[in-house]
């Protein structure tokens, strides 16, 4: 049972162009969600997180969107670079708990 | 800034071997997880440790034990590897409930 879904594996998007990813949760009790980086052969890097009690996180070029009524967030990579090519796994968990699940990641290239 | 070593990047082991993987981290962190990767399956909890000697079973504890005795430091033993155990290790930290996990750099474990 995948409580948090990634259902795109990969995307390729153009240098400069704006790349989203996508993440599906089914469990209406997480309120908390995180996005990791993961190069190869390296440990996932936290990029950007969100409550539920926003819609909406910036960071620079990232941005995080929930919307709570979809159980969808989506991240936004505004304007990409190669150097952003990397697999994106979102993570979610709920008050209490010390446990992140996570998506099955979604590999993005950056086209030059 | 929050650093987090394990032992080995990479490991060759045969099957029926007991395994040791060591992780480390130095920010006084409560909370240490074990994680492995795989491809298309993203990040399944292992087991994790809220505290010395505190230790729970995460999603696939199955062929693996853990062991915390000092707090900066959380181990995976498995004890008799097997093939379907090869697999990418992933260890985190993170301060308390919620918080941001930070994880070590991997260790790529294979089992002949």
């Known amino acids: 049972d995948q409580q948090v879904k990634q259902n795109s594996p990969s995307l390729s998007v153009q240098e400069g162009r704006i790349s989203i990813l996508n993440c599906d949760y089914t469990n209406s009790m997480f309120d908390y969600f995180l996005w990791y980086k993961k190069y190869p052969a390296e440990g996932p890097t936290f990029l950007i997180s969100i409550s539920s009690i926003k819609d909406k996180n910036e960071d620079g070029r990232f941005t995080v969107f929930l919307n709570k009524s979809a159980k969808h967030l989506s991240l936004h990579i505004v304007p990409s670079q190669p150097g952003d090519s990397a697999v994106y796994f979102c993570a979610a968990s709920y008050s209490g708990t010390y446990k992140y699940i996570f998506g099955t990641g979604t590999r993005l290239k950056v086209l030059a | 800034d929050v650093k987090v070593t394990q032992s080995s990047r990479y490991l060759v082991k045969r099957t029926g071997e007991k395994v040791f993987l060591e992780c480390v981290q130095d920010m006084d962190h409560e909370n240490m997880f074990w994680y492995r990767q795989d491809p298309g399956l993203g990040l399944r909890l292992i087991y994790f440790s809220y505290d010395v000697k505190m230790k729970e079973k995460g999603d696939i504890p199955e062929g693996y034990s853990v062991s915390r005795e000092k707090k900066e430091r959380f181990s995976l033993i498995l004890e008799s590897a097997s093939t379907n155990q090869t697999s990418m290790y992933l260890c985190?930290?993170?301060?308390?409930?919620?918080?941001?996990?930070?994880f070590g750099p991997g260790t790529r474990l294979l089992v002949l």
């Open positions: 985190a930290s993170s301060l308390g409930d919620q918080e941001t996990q930070y």
